[in-house]
């Protein structure tokens, strides 16, 4: 899968990635908020091997994007997309997916020149567009106000706070939830 934006290409991760994403994906700052991480060379190598096996499984039921810089080739950090909600049944019988989760990281030197947003919006764009989903939702840590932004510039609302919701790294968190419906987008 390839999609292109204004900056940036997405595209399926490479083992020969490995250096750039354990870059961003060992950085104590970046991963303070993420449920992985600071991650050791086998925790990165098993995410690669994880997302190429993704790729792979049909019907593809995750997107693990690699983020590339067009003005340098730079990678610059990951988006993804996990499909869920497989209860609904169709007029043929047959479960249908209607809602994603986007999450997305970058190294640290990329934040703040709104690369996670025009990334997450072609996410966005592709789960409503070309996957037919009908909802799509983020989460973050209740004190990650960048990544809160991030979610209201891609056009997501703050849907709630879940109190105590997650144990990540041996702490509860409290998690903040936004999201966005297909015709909020503008999908009909």
């Not at 993704?54 to 590339?68: F, K, Q």
């Not at 996990?82 to 047959?94: E, W």
């Not at 999450?103 to 592709?126: I, K, P, S």
Request: proline share 2%; hydrophobic share 40%.
């Amino acid at each position: 899968m390839h999609l292109t934006t204004e900056r940036l290409v997405l595209r399926e991760f490479q083992h020969t990635d490995f250096e750039a994403v354990h870059t961003y994906g060992s950085d104590p700052e970046v991963t303070r908020y993420t449920s992985f991480g600071p991650n050791t060379p086998a925790e990165t190598e098993d995410f690669l091997t994880r997302a190429a096996g993704a790729a792979l499984v049909a019907p593809r039921r995750s997107y693990d994007l690699a983020i590339v810089r067009i003005s340098d080739r730079a990678l610059i950090g990951g988006v993804g997309l996990r499909l869920g909600g497989t209860g609904l049944v169709d007029g043929c019988g047959t479960s249908s997916t209607y809602r994603g989760e986007l999450g997305y990281v970058l190294r640290a030197d990329a934040w703040g020149q709104g690369y996670a947003a025009e990334a997450g919006r072609a996410m966005v764009g592709f789960g409503f567009r070309r996957l037919g989903l009908h909802r799509i939702f983020a989460e973050c840590h209740s004190a990650n106000a960048a990544s809160e932004r991030v979610m209201e510039k891609i056009g997501m609302r703050r849907e709630g706070l879940l109190r105590e919701h997650a144990l990540i790294k041996g702490e509860w968190w409290d998690v903040v939830v936004c999201g966005i419906l297909r015709d909020e987008w503008g999908c009909q």
